[in-house]
């Protein structure tokens, strides 16, 4: 991650939330900037959400957090970052979440290519 030039974070939702394991990574990261606050100053950082039905902003909201809190940039997409689907490979399916997905990996190309000039 500190080598990175954008980071991509995603997490199933589970009872309105990230997966443990993403909380888990989150909270260790967050712990390990604190002692050298700018690690992740000005890096693109971009969450994507999986859901079955609803309940996906909090955890969308959750993972922004933390590159907000780390003064990273976050592009935008043409919707949320959310797909919807049940089992493995739904989210396939789902037609706008994968072309907002596509939309929302252009954006992330732009803008580190911007970054970097």
């Given at each position: 991650m500190v080598?990175?030039?954008?980071?991509?974070?995603?997490?199933p939702t589970y009872f309105s939330m990230m997966s443990p394991e993403m909380k888990a990574l989150i909270d260790r990261a967050g712990f390990v900037v604190?002692?050298?606050?700018?690690?992740?100053?000005?890096?693109?950082?971009?969450a994507v959400v999986a859901v079955r039905r609803a309940g996906g902003m909090p955890t969308f909201n959750a993972i922004n957090n933390?590159?907000?809190?780390?003064q990273m940039i976050i592009p935008g997409s043409s919707y949320w970052n959310i797909g919807v689907?049940?089992?493995k490979g739904d989210v396939e399916a789902d037609e706008e979440g994968m072309k907002t997905m596509e939309d929302l990996g252009r954006n992330i190309a732009w803008l580190i290519k911007k970054i970097k000039k």
């Open positions: 080598k990175a030039d954008g980071i991509l974070l995603g997490s604190r002692a050298q606050p700018d690690t992740f100053k000005f890096k693109v950082g971009a933390f590159f907000l809190i780390n689907g049940r089992n």
